[in-house]
């Protein structure tokens, strides 16, 4: 099998996997609302974390990670080079964003992407979710968290181990990308803080 085809078929098993909305399914199984009509109307962990509380949060985030983090792993391990690694973990942020088993109708990819990330090393995971955690702390904006986490990856990446800087450029721009709304929102201050079991809120993350 060529190197073109496994790249092509991960391309697609990615996007599967990412069309697995975790979201939706750890709310149907404890009887939570659906997050795409609740909160901000967002399938991802911080809306999740509005309705249903930080384990089931918790829950939603590992399998949004390990969605990302799978296909990149196993792609890495099937000798993918750099550019064919950052398209199939692009097809899995793709999957949660345009999920085809849920009508199209995902979240923004954050978690997916990071995961994706992670089998890079437990340094960069390490950095990913310390600098997450400091800009949440500081800025109570998850949306803002994810933006500065995303554009910062690939410094961290560079550093660390600098094979793989151009697939993690490849997936922060997709996130940058992905919260265009969030940034017009905060730079008019109508963006909403962070908060837990929140039944309304602007925040699209």
Known sequence: MSAVTITILMIITAYLAGSISSAILVCKLRGLPDPRTEGSGNPGATNVLRIGGA????????????????????????????VSLG?????????????????????????????????????????????????????RYSSLAAILTAILAPVYTWWLDDRFTIPV????????????????????GEESKLSRKKKASTEHN
């Open 87 to 139: 398209l199939i973990a692009i097809a899995a942020c793709l999957g949660h964003i345009y999920p085809i088993f849920f009508n199209f109708q995902g979240g923004k990819g954050v978690a997916t992407a990071f995961g994706a990330m992670a089998p890079i090393g437990g340094d960069l995971a390490l950095c990913l979710i310390a600098t997450w955690i400091v800009f949440v702390f500081l800025t």
């Open 169 to 188: 450029a490849m997936l922060s721009l997709l996130i940058v990308i992905r919260h265009k709304d969030n940034i017009k929102r905060l730079r008019i």
């Open 55 to 82: 384990s089931s949060a918790a829950l939603v985030l590992f399998f949004d990670m390990l969605k990302g983090a799978a296909p990149s792993y196993f792609s890495y391990v099937l000798g993918q080079d750099a």
